[in-house]
């Protein structure tokens, strides 16, 4: 499944991600968290195929189970999309060489997620 994030090349990531490092601040997970489940216009996951197709996705990083992904509810998982997308965004800006494998591609002057590895 591919998403056109172009829009949120324009957004400060930092609102979605980020680190006690580079904020100075000890409550920073739950801030970009909270941040990433009220910023609906970047909820990507709109149908119960995008859900399933996400699902599957996150299973291959082996930090949650299928239960735990199931239980989520859809802005859990819209915010945690949103999440993973503006952490492979920033890594993506970092790159130089474009033959890095990345989720985030450019593509005819639009950036792209990729849900694979």
């Given at each position: 499944m591919q998403i056109n994030i172009t829009n949120l090349f324009n957004e400060?990531?930092?609102l979605f991600q980020d680190s006690i490092a580079n904020s100075g601040r000890s409550d920073i997970v739950?801030?970009?968290?909270?941040?990433?489940?009220?910023?609906?216009?970047y909820h990507y996951l709109n149908t119960p195929e995008a859900h399933r197709d996400?699902?599957?996705?996150?299973?291959?990083?082996?930090?949650w189970s299928k239960d735990d992904l199931n239980e989520m509810t859809d802005a859990d998982r819209n915010a945690?999309?949103?999440?993973m997308i503006a952490a492979d965004i920033l890594t993506y800006?970092?790159?130089?060489?474009?033959?890095d494998p990345c989720t985030v591609f450019?593509?005819?002057?639009?950036?792209?997620f990729t849900m694979s590895h």
């Open positions: 400060d990531l930092t739950r801030i970009t968290w909270e941040n990433a489940k009220e910023y609906t216009e996400f699902i599957a996705y996150a299973l291959e990083f082996g930090a945690l999309l949103l999440q800006q970092l790159q130089d060489d474009d033959n450019a593509h005819g002057g639009q950036f792209y």
